[in-house]
């Protein structure tokens, strides 16, 4: 009746997204009513069902921060030190749209000579100066182009040549009312001060100009911070992680592991659940319903699922353990479905067709790697090779990334591992250009296919799903090769 029934006998075969089709529906509703919004845990809810994954060089705060802003979230990776790690999600928890949060600000002591240099590296001049030339201490002064462009000395201190009498807006100003201020100012920067004088945030007149609404930003609902989660191992010091991570603010915590059921993660999530019950945790990774029983009993609210099938992946070659993802999503969305635990489809994503694959298999989200580091948002820069501009990416099993500390992914309970054995790979991914238009080009790829299959939002589908009246067929080699681009020379390959 359906293939994907059959393969939950042991030893049948399992699918891949590619090895799969869905069957068209009947078409009532226009493309604009499909609704996106899925939950990511239990209590965390998602406007467009996309995840960045906690990977360093996919998700530091300026991803999170792009992700948050589009509707879905980001996981700030864990190859940090843990002071790193909590600032990054700092950062997100304190983002404003318009208002930059962590401005360079220089002390009276520094010189002209440290205002070029700035000028040189990051392009402004406009500088706050604070008594201890730090951001959230006394603002004293404020130095632009204009109080250095005809100063020759350059170790003449700032004290000398800042203006002092500084317009500032209020702390909790709206970015109208900045506006209105910088109007009347005719200055090209506003320092925001809290009550006592402290410099909390920075607007300029730029920014001011690209700021825009985003209606399906993941908030809050109790201050309208963005939405962030964070990774953590299994180790020991991982309780000290989590502290500091839920101090920054963090809304989620995933624990990072290729195979999620072992005693350690099961501990782990019984300890976050219990020391900071309100934090939501996703457990895993896990392929069986076995592992996501065992994570369920343990307490997660939400379960990532994915096994050896990333772009960056070698865990299946060299461990010989995982499954395919199609069948993975399938069984675990399933079963976890009967406990209320979101599943979240991570890794082996390759285009939008894949991504209404694994929601209409029953994910509730998806994670991307290789999908987001291309991205202006990814850490990292662009580099050309042969003519194409491409940024770095690489497995968190990589030997590479091991080195900076990220093997806990990988092994569990045995710090004195001398051999590490690589279950990754880097490389590089193309240019993708920037969240802002490659997000919404995601979710309409996305709406397309759910309207072709005739549902209209991912609860409809899976109810379908589960009753028989969505359904899926499974592709011969042949007919994958006539579903992609063929009996043709050259073709664009554009994407939106
Ligand atoms: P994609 O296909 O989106 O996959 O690039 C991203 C996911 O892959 C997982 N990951 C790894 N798996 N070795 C692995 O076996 C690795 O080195 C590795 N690094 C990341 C992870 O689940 C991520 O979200």
């Not at 059959?6 to 529906?25: H, R």
């Not at 607007?203 to 908030?219: E, F, G, Q, V």
């Amino acid at each position: 009746k359906d293939v994907f029934h059959a393969s939950s006998n042991p030893g049948c075969v399992a699918f891949t997204y590619e090895d799969i089709i869905l069957m068209p529906g009947h078409i009532s509703f226009p493309v604009h009513e499909v609704d996106l919004t899925s939950h990511l845990t239990k209590k965390i809810k998602l406007k467009a069902p996309f995840v960045s994954s906690p990977m360093d060089t996919v998700t530091e705060s300026n991803m999170a921060i792009n992700m948050a802003l589009q509707g879905g979230i980001g996981i700030i990776h864990s190859n940090l030190s843990i002071e790193e790690q909590a600032s990054e999600v700092n950062k997100v928890k304190k983002y404003k749209n318009g208002f930059i949060t962590d401005p360079v600000c220089l002390s009276p002591d520094h010189t002209v000579g440290d205002v070029v240099e700035i000028k040189k590296t990051l392009g402004y001049s406009g500088i706050p100066i604070t008594a201890d030339g730090k951001i959230g201490s006394k603002l004293v002064g404020f130095v632009s182009a204009r109080d250095i462009d005809f100063v020759d000395e350059p170790t003449t201190p700032l004290s000398t040549v800042m203006t002092t009498d500084v317009t500032t807006g209020k702390e909790g100003c709206s970015l109208e009312e900045a506006n209105q201020i910088l109007r009347g100012s005719k200055k090209g920067k506003l320092p925001i001060v809290d009550a006592s004088g402290n410099i909390v945030s920075l607007i300029a007149r730029t920014d001011l100009h690209k700021a825009r609404d985003y209606p399906n930003a993941s908030r809050e609902q109790k201050n309208k911070q963005l939405l962030v989660g964070a990774s953590i191992g299994t180790r020991p010091n991982d309780k000290d992680r989590a502290s500091a991570l839920v101090e920054a603010g963090v809304d989620v915590i995933v624990i990072d592991s290729s195979q999620g059921d072992s005693i350690f993660q099961l501990d782990m999530v019984q300890y976050l659940k219990k020391t900071f019950p309100t934090v939501e945790v996703i457990g895993g990774n896990c392929v069986s319903c076995s592992q996501a029983l065992h994570l369920i009993e343990a307490g997660v609210d939400g379960l990532r699922v994915g096994m050896g099938i990333g772009s960056i992946c070698t865990t299946q070659e060299v461990c010989a353990v995982g499954r395919a993802q199609g069948s993975a999503v399938y069984h675990v969305g399933r079963f976890a479905r009967k406990f209320g635990v979101p599943i979240l489809a991570d890794g082996g994503i390759q285009s939008t067709g894949h991504i209404t694959k694994a929601l209409c298999l029953g994910a509730s989200c998806v994670m991307m790697g290789s999908m987001l580091a291309g991205t202006e948002e990814a850490p990292g820069e662009y580099f050309f090779q042969d003519g194409v501009r491409l940024k770095r990416y690489r497995g968190m099993g990589s030997i590479e990334a091991m080195s900076k500390g990220s093997e806990k992914r990988y092994v569990w309970g045995d710090d004195a591992i001398q051999v590490k054995v690589a279950q990754g790979v880097s490389g590089s991914v193309v240019d993708k250009g920037t969240l802002r238009r490659y997000i919404p080009y995601l979710c309409q790829g996305v709406r397309h296919g759910m309207q072709d299959a005739g549902v209209s939002s991912l609860e409809m589908a899976w109810e379908r799903l589960y009753d028989g009246n969505l359904r899926f067929e499974i592709r011969s080699p042949a007919a994958q090769r006539e579903g992609g681009v063929h009996s043709l020379h050259n073709y664009s390959k554009r994407l939106y």
